[in-house]
């Protein structure tokens, strides 16, 4: 046991896969671990390396184990597969592990603090009460619709709509679908409530994170997406450059080349799509008000433009601000206005 240096850890939520080897590569342990007695096993270790794919719970597990000394490195696992030998099972998937986080191409996740995981579940739940709040109005404007009621497009005509519910003297709505539609009503106003308190909640998180008061400076970053990125990205270093950056979260072109000849797509939609969607929503911010207020004191914008639908632009302006963002966050520096701008 004393002679370990690696180890593969295969997490899971009750049995737990240990693959564990000696510097020469030799195998030294392969067992399973109830979740109990997982902490138990590695206090009796010497500090070693430890691999974990990136995954549910791996952050907790990645806090408790370095607490005991060892270092962990967590790994995606779309870059521990390729390890896998004939015969998927758990004891092939830790041995999978312990050879990928010993390779010195590997790429890994930064540990996440409980902060983090806490302001990311703050936006996971403010994210899942917006989903529901359109299936919600989606099922009001349906069921009307199929009375013969309909509204315009947009918040007033969901007001509208409910204003039609509540009129008991309106004989076009059967008395059980007004009960049933003034449920949805009442549903709708609660998850608007809750929304509006997570935003407080948003931005109280930002106002005690001096990253987040800096991200809030850059066009198109608002509170929600720079605690956002705050809470997801622990460690900034770990992407060699914005555009690394900008492609873990999905912004750039997919590739298609061979013998020397480039071939790029579209975007290729990878890594967070929680991010990708802020990113590009705030994008598209600044594009709606420079195109308000003019878009003279943006020139690459002004040309982007002219030649590209806004969409396009939108994705290329996205992509622009999440190199910004990444050099404020890797370098600690603020934003600074550029000087078309600042004129």
Known sequence: MQAITTVGLDIAKSVFQVHGVDAQGNVLVRRQLKRGHVLPFFQKLPPC???????????????????????VRLMPPAYVKPYVKRQKNDATDAEAICEAVGRPNMRFVATKTAEQQG???????????????????????????????????GRRGVDQLLAVVADTSDKRLPEVARACIAALGAQLQMLKARILEFDRMITAWRRSSEASKRLDAIPGVGPVLATALVATVADPKAFRSGRDFSAWIGLVPKQNSSGGKDKLGSISKQGDRYLRGLFVAGALAVIRYAKIHGTKHRPWLTALLARRPTKVAAIALANKIARIAWAMMARGERYKVPAALAA
Do not use: D, M
């Open 119 to 153: 302001c990311l579940t703050l936006h996971r739940t403010r994210h899942l009460f917006i989903r529901q709040q359109t299936s919600v109005i989606n099922a009001i404007r349906a069921h009307l619709a199929e009375l013969g009621i309909v509204a315009p497009v």
């Open 49 to 71: 390396l430890v691999g974990i794919e990136a995954c549910a719970t791996s952050h907790y597990w990645s806090r408790e184990l370095q607490a005991l000394g060892h270092k």
